[in-house]
């Protein structure tokens, strides 16, 4: 597999909180020969929603995963199940899709949230949820000015009416800090992303859905069907799906090779936090709130009193890349919420996310590979946009029309980033230019 970071961000990356909230989960390992209707590679939320929907359906299929349950972004993200999955904004969706375009695009962003709220009524899944909506923190006065002006775009938009809090509030509605101004969007709720995995999984495996884990595929040939090589067996598939995002790999299939960016997000949590240093820092709102910042933070205080606080990872991978992280993480943190400057941080994490050449995410069809579909691309907001990418794929390997929306703006084939293999060098002047003039 060819990989355009350093080994150890594809490895744990620190010790994720998550994963002591379940019970260790785990799946098999491939081994042997077996035929199927559909391979998924890839076991994130992109992978199981689809394999859950194919197996409902009454389809056969496979899920290989190359690591443990929730292995990738889906087991350790920061649980915003919300708006998002593009960073193109609204005048590029325009010019690229029209009016119409953006308008379905937006409406697919709200079906996302729907999508996992479903999925969770459904198959009874206890995922520790809280929040009523988003919250939006302005990190300067200008920015404040411009969600004010949104509102209406907001309102007309999504069909909800946000609610917008100037400085003075912010400590009374519990979100004291260095915050000039907030606006609410009622839309999406936080969640334990382990837990949502875990239903879900459980939930495709009642379905008859085949779940391996440890069986990363090292060779994918199209051979009549598709045959999938793992270290100790093989798929053979009419048809097969790639749901891999930001841990993908340049040459599986070669068609990927730099239409995805791989980009590290880090996470910090707290231990319980006391309701009077809660009170201490004015902080004691529930809500999952981030920043206006290009390079956001994004934060929650947790049903248990822990703290959650993550924003972007390293541009490497190495232990120099990693430490430096480590150091501006909690600077970041200390400097937003300084009374909490001794608050023991139990636990810290990185992982990969995944932004594409469009800025938009990518669901279906391989070109020129018959039988081969990909989902992949939700720029660092995949809890809800890849678990509905999972059942639009889902109804694309079957041939038919998807009953989830399927706006333009991801069927649109990726391109490739300039720099080829190097094109994480992207990043630099970009992280450069958003922090040195805090944009
Ligand atoms: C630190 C962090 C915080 C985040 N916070 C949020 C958030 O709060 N809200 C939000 O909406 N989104 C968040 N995200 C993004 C979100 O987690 C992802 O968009 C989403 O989980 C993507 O799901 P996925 O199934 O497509 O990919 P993943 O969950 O990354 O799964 C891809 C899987 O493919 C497997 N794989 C790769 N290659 C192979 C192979 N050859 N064979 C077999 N398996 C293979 C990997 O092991 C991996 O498990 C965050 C991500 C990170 C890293």
Not at 261 to 270: D, F, K, N, Y
Not at 276 to 294: H, K, N, P, V
């Amino acid at each position: 597999m060819k990989r355009i970071y350093e080994a150890p961000a594809y490895g744990p990356q620190g010790a994720c909180f998550w994963a002591d909230t379940v019970t260790a989960q785990d799946w098999p390992a491939l081994t042997g020969d077996h035929r199927t209707d559909v391979a998924i590679i890839g076991g994130g939320f992109t992978g199981i929603s689809a394999a859950l929907q194919l197996a409902q359906d009454g389809v056969g299929v496979t899920v290989l995963e190359a690591g443990q349950p929730g292995y990738g972004a889906s087991g350790r993200n920061g649980g915003f199940c919300c708006l998002g999955g593009a960073k193109a904004s609204a005048g590029m969706l325009r010019r690229r899709f029209g009016a119409e375009g953006l308008a379905e695009w937006r409406a697919t962003e709200k079906a996302a949230i729907e999508t996992a709220a479903k999925l969770i009524e459904a198959h009874d899944i206890t995922a520790d949820v809280h929040s009523e909506g988003e919250t939006l923190l302005a990190h300067t006065p200008r920015a404040f000015a411009a969600m004010r002006a949104e509102a209406d775009t907001i309102r007309q938009t999504y069909g909800v009416t946000p609610e917008i809090l100037p400085p003075e509030a912010l400590r009374h509605n519990g979100l004291g800090g260095p915050f000039h101004g907030a606006v609410t969007i009622p839309l999406g709720f936080a969640l334990n992303p382990r837990k949502y995995h875990a239903g879900l999984a459980q939930a495709a495996q009642c379905a008859s859905a085949r779940l391996c884990a440890h069986s990363p595929v090292t060779g994918l040939q199209r051979d009549g069907g598709w045959r999938l090589e793992t270290p100790q067996g093989t798929v053979t598939a009419d048809r097969v799906i790639l749901a891999t995002n930001g841990y993908s790999s340049e040459d599986l299939p070669d068609w990927l090779r730099a239409r995805y960016l791989p980009v590290q997000s880090s996470v910090i949590v707290t231990r319980p936090i006391t309701a009077a240093e809660q009170a201490a820092q004015g902080w004691t709102s529930g809500q999952m709130a981030y920043d206006s910042r290009t390079l956001l933070h994004y934060f929650r205080l947790m049903p248990d009193g822990r703290f959650l606080f993550g924003m972007r990872g390293g541009l490497r991978a190495t232990p120099s890349a990693q430490a430096a992280i480590d150091r501006r993480i909690r600077a970041d943190f200390h400097a937003m919420f300084p009374a909490w400057h001794e608050v023991e941080i139990t636990h810290e994490w990185s992982g990969l996310v995944c932004l594409m050449p469009g800025l938009t995410p990518f669901a279906g069809p391989v070109p020129d590979h018959p039988g081969l579909f990909a989902g992949l691309g939700y720029h660092g907001n995949g809890v809800a946009m890849a678990s509905h990418t999972g059942r639009i794929l889902a109804d694309l390997v079957q041939g038919r029309a998807p009953r989830a929306l399927y706006p333009a703006a991801m069927r649109a084939v990726p391109r490739r980033f300039p720099l080829g293999r190097y094109r994480r060098a992207l990043l630099a002047p970009a992280y450069w230019a958003a922090e040195t003039f805090d944009l």
